[in-house]
């Protein structure tokens, strides 16, 4: 398409589109900026409008109306993804879904809840106080319902109760006709047809728009304790995660942290006082003579392995205070370099490989010449660095971006994925071929059949 015709057909779809939405089509500078962006170290681009449905008939008329005039479409929630994925590479309508805010059912004898895609996770938390529920994905950063399943997010509670692959049971979805379909439903299991709701979610708006989810919800226990305990080395660390999970532990958290991140963390926050050795942050859940043996056996693991100064509490306040504090890793990464930004990347690997994977990442990180904390799930063998480099230095950025791709590497050769959970977007299309081999060809043919204009979000995952 030459840009004379993508001009006049952009500007026949902003009319159809501004006849349907009214001011609910913005162009204006500020509103597009937004949407330019991610979290991804990765150059804005502006789409050309912005549209903010409230309903899935909307959305349907919304796409038909960009088929008709190969308008590219980009499902936008709220900007919290990590390589590029709701970055508008081709221009074209950025689909902001955040008007699509409404929790639509609360089944607490199923253990389920119907939401609309713009529902940020802790909004859900909310609605379920009192109903002794909760929903258990939690990536960190508030994400919306829709781009966490779009992602295939998950988070510091992987390791017992799974990725929003395991709890989401059903979707609408509007494909790139404009159709709107249902997959799955509420039973918890199914032999009928093909899976499409696992088709859809980790496929980042590529196949489909997601525009209402039913998830799974857990039953909040009785007791919930965090702990840290600290360990000369990272291996010591690994190795007693890999113990402790081969005994049957049930843990809820396990996450890991480097010395180099430790320091981070007490300088952006000094009040938590911690050792700068490699610590590990954990929770448990359960009865409370459950979680009392849980404890008993997992520091006996620990002390086996070297730990030291194990610390726990029952504390909402102070086990608060903890995972706030892994929240903020990135930020508390940032203040050992001020004035740097950070180029995240990430990993997973068969638990058996992640201390080899994280050693040979050290040699890179130190070859390379770069400061980049390390943080990571270790319960399921998912890992990120966060590599601080002064945006102005292109020699840094670089090196940053081979120490990347380098990290990438070691994970696929030792049976792994270049992504746990970041996604592809534009920052790993580059490696799926690697990893997938055939598949890839696979997935190009796929997307080719249910979307063979090519609009939505062109550019991303294939």
Known sequence: MNDMTRTTNIDAALDDLRA?????????????????????????VRPDAVAFPETTEEVSRIVKICAAHDCPIVPYGFGTSLEGQVVPASGGISLDMSRMDRVLAINENDLDAVVQPGVRRTQLNDALRGTGLMFTVDPGADASMGGMASTRASGTNTVRYGTMRE?????????????????????????SGYDLTHLFIGAEGTLGII???????????????????????????????????????????????????????NLFKPELGLQEKPHLFLEFHGSQAGVAEQVDLFQAVAEEHGASVFASSTKMEERNALWAARHEAYYAGRALKPGAKGLITDCCVPISALAECITRTKVE??????????????????????????????????????????????????????????????????????????????????????????????????
């Open 20 to 44: 349907a939405l009214g001011d609910r089509l913005s162009t204006g500078p500020s509103i597009l900026d937004q949407h330019a962006h991610d979290e991804a170290y990765t150059p804005p």
């Open 365 to 462: 990180i130190e070859s390379a010449g770069l400061l980049a904390p390390l943080v990571g799930h270790v319960g399921d063998g998912n890992f990120h660095l966060n590599i601080l480099i002064d945006p102005a230095d292109t020699d840094e950025l670089e090196r940053a971006k081979a120490l990347a791709a380098s990290v990438n590497d070691i994970a696929l050769s030792l049976g792994g994925t270049v992504t746990g959970e970041h996604g592809v977007g534009l920052g790993k299309r580059k490696y799926m071929n690697a990893e997938h081999g055939a598949a890839y060809q696979f997935m190009q043919h796929l997307k080719a059949s249910v979307d063979p204009k090519g609009i939505l979000n062109p550019g991303k995952l294939v």
């Open 167 to 191: 709890n989401v049971l059903a979707m609408v979805v509007v494909l790139a006709t404009g159709e709107v379909i249902r997959t799955g439903s509420r039973a918890r299991k199914s032999a």
């Open 211 to 265: 525009t209402e989810l039913t998830v799974k919800l857990h039953g909040q226990p009785d007791t919930i304790l965090s702990a840290t305990c600290a360990f000369d080395t990272v291996d010591d660390a690994v190795n007693t995660v890999i113990l402790a999970i081969q005994m049957g532990l049930p843990m809820a958290r396990i996450e890991l942290l480097d010395d180099v991140q430790m320091r981070g963390m």
